[in-house]
Nanobody, 120 residues
């Protein structure tokens, strides 16, 4: 399975961005999808996850109330709407698919990453 992420960019603090990630195979519609991020010098951390049917969603505490994850199984795509962006949201964002858990604890497939840079 290949994951193609897009939507990153350079924005000012307080702005919004929407990330998209499309999978090459329809089988991901049966699996959890979501997003990790990795800032320079930091470990990769899970940002948001969504179960196959959208009934379960997880958000890191740092993004609750500002980010929203959604998916469109007909398009094999997961989205991350990021509002009220902060400087500390600057990172490379990776989409991922977990075939064993909806929490995205152990992703099996990874996208290539898209850079999000928030400036003051």
């Amino acid at each position: 399975v290949q994951l193609q992420a897009s939507g990153g960019g350079l924005v000012q603090a307080g702005a919004s961005l929407r990330l998209s990630c499309t999978a090459s195979r329809r089988t991901v519609s049966n699996n959890a999808m979501g997003w990790y991020r990795q800032a320079p010098g930091e470990e990769r951390e899970v940002v948001a996850a969504i179960s196959w049917n959208g009934s379960n969603r997880y958000y890191a505490d740092s993004v609750k109330g500002r980010f929203a994850i959604s998916r469109d199984n007909a398009k094999n795509t997961v989205y991350l709407q990021m509002d009220s962006l902060k400087l500390e949201d600057t990172a490379v964002y990776f989409c991922a698919v977990d075939t064993s858990s909806w929490t995205l604890a152990r992703p099996r497939y990874w996208g290539q990453g898209t850079q999000v840079t928030v400036s003051s």
